[in-house]
């Protein structure tokens, strides 16, 4: 069995068909690189053939490269991985070199065969290159399908040949949203923006791109840089256009990444010194840039996490082995923001909805929130108006309880209070089936307490969407003390279903997200109290690629949730509870800065609720101190607190794979993607450091800083923590 295949018709024309067996979706690995390469030489090489065209097996085109196959050449090369690396890339380079010149004399660019590329459906990175390099690039005018280069996204670059081909094809500027944002664009958007040549019905792909092979010329073949006279679009480096070109796209990566993701600079370096060389070459300066991106050890932490890590707790890294779970029909109580967010998405993806309020006309502004979200993807050309239909068609509003009978997972989405939840959670229990999961929404709320108003406690699963529903990706799934694993089983093909990544947690105070980022909110107020100047503490966060400093989360949270927070911990906590922050929250809060929804909080806001910048009267109540701290003290205060607590709740046991704390806390509260997440980042510093700078922070700030003891063993082991805990083991393992 081979991922690629090639047929030749009887009309001259070389088929050479990609599909991988044994995945939904291709993606490459080395020896189907080598496959691709004697197929092309064989259709070269044969008189019989006068062109190509490479497509799909799939209704996509191709994932991209397999990043498990970096890794292992990376491992494989001993003592230089660089040059492993190095060699790897530039032998593919070679390869689409050879498919882009498709046999064509050197000097006179005559006698190549026409290659088109038929992309049936969606196609990323190395898909995308390889399409890029085709003389011809044909895709079906599929409204799911979408096209680009989103490799920047998982903490690499287009490296190869996409970052070169595409920059000199479009110039610079043009190129920067595929190359710069990673942006996937539908084929209509992708034609405009010179990815592709032509959209056309999916019926007749194959057979256009035959009809274009055999129709090309020979100077329609030829690629722009392989003739004479050519020039970069927008300008070199050293053209007046070109010149201001790069000073805008050095400032935009620096405003936009704040130095502290290196694939978005190596990115712009190769472009840069590219320009300047010829083709080849900068095929070669591409490739340097590459593998000095995948050499650092920013780049191995994000694709680990947002690539491997994620992926591997999407398809149920953790899940009992149980038969599937699929949600048939799904209860969701509550009609809130979060409950019609909640019935949204499982609408969307085909899920059965009952909405239920105690007010219809809750329950209905629950539906019609549904509703707005599918007008706004009508108006992005995103959702058609049968779509719509459909989507609303699966969402029953009712105040009737008579409606849940039949589903198999319960939602409940209510006020966040026990007692309200356990009064809604025996009403429920009362119609549904013996079977049904029941599942509480709650930030907050002990799983365990909460479980208590049920019957059936191994049935009773946390389930923490984050806010705004539709937008946020991770969903934290919290084990209560007696829940089964039918019920971790049901919960997590449920967030399988409506296409978002799970996390799986043992139940303790705040669960895992919130007993991190709470802390880092905390660390920030304490700072204004101290003096530290407010945009020291907002720009401390961002430089170190935080997407939001504390202050300015506190005001989008809301400060009155945060009292309401820190009144219930000192209530549960007494004595162990740590008040320093709460004159600031509560005196906010009185003084009626609630944050953004009230137009006033840390900072100042307009009528129409734009942020204006920091509140200038923050100082007349906590006046900003003669000495200031350095940056990278700010900065640490900030990541340490984070990361400690992440330590803390793996040798609690809160969490039991660090995987998912480092994916759960990028994409839970945006942990420093550039760090690969908490855990990563402590690997990055080394155990021995971040140990010795735990005694430094707590020597200077308190005890919230102490080394925890985990942290301190494997630092006197010289361990990391993926090295110990990379699969998922137990903290106490050795």
């Known amino acids: 069995m081979t991922d690629f295949t090639m047929d030749k018709g009887a009309d001259g024309v070389a088929v050479i068909t990609w599909d991988v067996k044994t995945k939904s979706m291709n993606v490459l690995t080395r020896e189907a690189f080598a496959l691709v390469e004697t197929l092309l030489d064989a259709a070269l090489a044969d008189p019989e053939v006068k062109g190509i065209v490479i497509t799909s097996g799939k209704s996509s085109f191709a994932g991209g490269m397999d990043l498990n196959t970096l890794a292992n050449i990376r491992d494989e090369a001993g003592?230089?991985?660089?040059?492993?690396?190095?060699?790897?890339?530039?032998?593919?380079?070679?390869?689409?070199?050879?498919?882009?010149?498709?046999?064509?004399?050197?000097?006179?660019?005559?006698?190549?065969?026409?290659?088109?590329?038929?992309?049936?459906?969606?196609?990323?990175?190395?898909?995308?290159?390889?399409?890029?390099?085709?003389?011809?690039?044909?895709?079906?005018?599929?409204?799911?399908?979408?096209?680009?280069?989103p490799e920047i996204l998982v903490g690499i670059f287009p490296g190869g040949g996409g970052t070169t081909r595409y920059s000199r094809m479009v110039g610079a500027m043009q190129a920067a949203p595929v190359l710069l944002e990673g942006k996937m664009l539908a084929p209509k958007a992708a034609k405009s923006a010179q990815l592709i040549d032509e959209v056309v019905a999916p019926e007749v792909l194959l057979a256009r791109a035959r009809e274009w092979v055999l129709s090309a010329s020979d100077a329609d073949i030829v690629k722009p840089w392989d003739q004479k006279g050519w020039k970069m679009p927008g300008g070199a480096p050293y053209h007046p256009s070109g010149f201001m070109t790069f000073v805008g796209a050095s400032a935009m990566i620096n405003g936009k990444t704040k130095g502290v993701y290196p694939a978005a600079k190596a990115l712009l370096s190769a472009v840069y010194e590219g320009a300047l060389v010829d083709f080849d070459t900068a095929l070669r300066i591409e490739t340097r840039w590459f593998v000095s991106v995948l050499m650092n050890p920013s780049s191995s932490a994000m694709i680990r996490s947002l690539f491997l890590n994620k992926e591997a707790l999407e398809k149920g890294a953790n899940r009992p082995a149980l038969p599937d779970q699929k949600v048939a029909k799904l209860g969701v109580l509550g009609a809130g923001m979060m409950g019609a967010g909640i019935a949204y998405v499982a609408a969307n993806a085909g899920i059965e909805v009952v909405l239920i309020d105690a007010a219809q006309d809750a329950a209905d502004r629950g539906r019609a929130h549904a509703e707005s979200l599918l007008d706004k993807g009508m108006k992005r050309g995103k959702v058609t108006p049968e779509k719509k239909a459909e989507v609303l068609g699966r969402i029953t509003a009712t105040t009737d309880h008579a409606a849940l009978s039949g589903c198999d997972l319960i939602v409940e989405a209510v006020f966040e209070d026990v007692g309200v939840k356990a009064e809604v959670t025996k009403k429920v229990l009362a119609v549904v089936g013996p079977d049904c999961i029941f599942a509480t929404n709650t930030s907050t709320l002990p799983i365990t307490e909460l479980a208590k108003a049920s019957d059936r406690p191994e049935q009773f699963i946390g389930i923490h969407f984050f806010s705004p529903v539709d937008k946020m990706a991770l969903v934290e799934i919290i084990k209560g003390a007696k829940t089964g694993d039918r019920a971790v089983a049901k919960a997590l093909d449920f967030v399988r279903q409506i296409r978002k990544t799970p996390i799986v947690v043992n139940d303790a105070r705040f669960f895992y997200a919130n007993r991190c980022i709470i802390p880092y909110i905390n660390e920030g107020i304490r700072m204004v109290k101290e003096g530290v100047a407010p945009a020291l503490i907002e720009n401390a966060a961002k430089l170190v690629g935080m997407p939001l400093g504390p202050l300015q989360l506190t005001d989008e949270t809301s400060l009155d949730l945060g009292a309401k927070i820190a009144k219930a911990t000192k209530q549960a906590m007494g004595s162990a509870y740590d008040d320093t922050v709460d004159p600031v929250i509560f005196g906010m809060v009185e003084a009626g800065r609630l944050g953004r929804k009230s137009n006033a909080g840390f900072y100042a806001y307009d009528e129409g609720g734009k942020r204006l910048g920091l509140w200038p009267g923050l100082s007349d109540h906590y006046p900003v101190a003669a000495d200031q701290p350095d940056l990278v003290e700010v900065q640490h205060r900030l990541l340490f607190i984070q990361v400690l607590e992440a330590v803390r709740a793996l040798e609690e046991g809160v969490l039991t794979d660090i995987r998912e704390g480092d994916v759960g806390a990028i994409l839970g509260w945006g942990f420093a993607p550039w760090s690969g997440g908490p855990f990563s980042w402590l690997d990055i510093l080394g155990t021995p450091y971040a140990a010795e700078r735990c005694d430094q922070l707590q020597a200077a700030y308190g005890d919230r800083f102490a080394c925890p003891a985990l942290l301190r063993e494997m630092a006197d082991k010289g361990q990391s923590f993926y090295g110990r805990f990379g699969t998922g083991t137990d903290s106490k393992a050795a």
């Open 79 to 149: 003592d230089d991985p660089a040059q492993a690396l190095y060699d790897f890339t530039m032998n593919g380079h070679r390869i689409l070199r050879k498919l882009e010149r498709a046999g064509m004399d050197p000097k006179t660019n005559r006698g190549g065969k026409p290659i088109a590329c038929a992309i049936p459906g969606t196609c990323a990175g190395i898909g995308t290159e390889i399409a890029l390099a085709c003389h011809r690039r044909i895709m079906a005018d599929d409204p799911k399908a979408r096209i680009g280069l």
